[in-house]
């Protein structure tokens, strides 16, 4: 059996607006209209760079109808490409692309198979003069596909790696749509070796028996949590007819980002704004060389939260670190700024109540008076959580932080956690 590697891709919304962004930022809106385009652009050198046998996209190849002139021509070129370097791709669409209806290209470059919607078809793939794989595949005819479309593939009697191609909604995830809903036993019923899925943006791992993976988009669309960070393509190496690896390699150009700052320990605007750009920093330097579109959220309790308050404080506070980071490169773009603290406490008065949380406050209050139980209960917490979260404090506090710190670090998030559960 030859060995071999191939790329699976899915949802390249090719052409995809971002009108939102656009009109706040106009240089910002340039770099996202171009990304999908450079995303394309990246997935095709990634396959050329791995060597790879062929390319799979599984769906949702373009946004929509209305921006397919410019999405089609780029695609068309980019799979050109590829097929001038003797590799294959195989097509299969999802609901925002289905068959029926606009498709402005006929005749697609030599090696390119886009699947019909009629029936599941199996294309064979010999490399080198030997059968190497099988690749079945179908597309949505039109948007709305209810159907279970897994239960139409079955593996045949070919020698060989088996893939299967679809768009679909696996386990019928409630956050999206479910397009050509079908369960894990479905896929298992068509005793395939990889199943290269579309639909869910998230990239993960269904399944290892047999293989099912949703590469996610090849680049973020939104600050929604599944459209955030790295984005790309998977590149499935193949051994002996099994898989040997699977790898993630990011397309993207453009990366959306969450950050968050605690303002417990900052006592005003000015630390809050120091942090806030040290916490942009932090991301920058993880996501080098990417446009990051930012939403920054402000946790816990301290007297930053009242300066918050103020009428316009955190659009305010928005426009001037946006004005901060103007005509960077690669460029930052503060998408939101999000105020979620909570004023400090009056300790004396929950003291007072004599609840739980008071409970807590003279559990602490003995502990810094008592260096001894403090240090006897820092070891007895190590002991079953060794190289857990204890271990690590202690080992903090072999470094800069003072066992008082990590005491009142751990307090303060201790009585959060009980006041939030009284909230
Ligand atoms: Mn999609």
Redesign the pocket.
Known sequence: MIDFCFVHAA?L?LDTPFEGVAKAAPEVGDALREASLEALDRLVALTLDEGAAFLVLA??IYDGAERGVRAQLRLRRALERLGEHGVRTFIAH?N?DPLTGWSAIGAWPEGVHVFGSRWVESVAVEIGGEMAATVHGVSYARRETSENLALRFARGEAPGFHIGVLHANVGSDPEHAAYAPCSLADLRAARLDYWAL??I?RRHEVSRDPWVMYPG?TQGRSPKPAESGAKGALVVEVAGAAVREVRFVPTDTVRFVHGEVDVGGLDDLAALRAALLETADALRAEHAGRGLLVRLRLRGRGPAHAVLRGPRAVDDLLDDLRDEWRGATPFLWLESLRDETLSPLDLDEVRRRGDFSAELLALADGLRADGERRTALLRELDEPLHRGRAARWVAELEGAESELAVLRRAEARALDLLEQGQA
Do not use: P, Y
Request: aromatic share 0%; charged share 30%.
């Open positions: 949802d919304h769906g949702d999802g925002h579309g639909h943006h988009d």
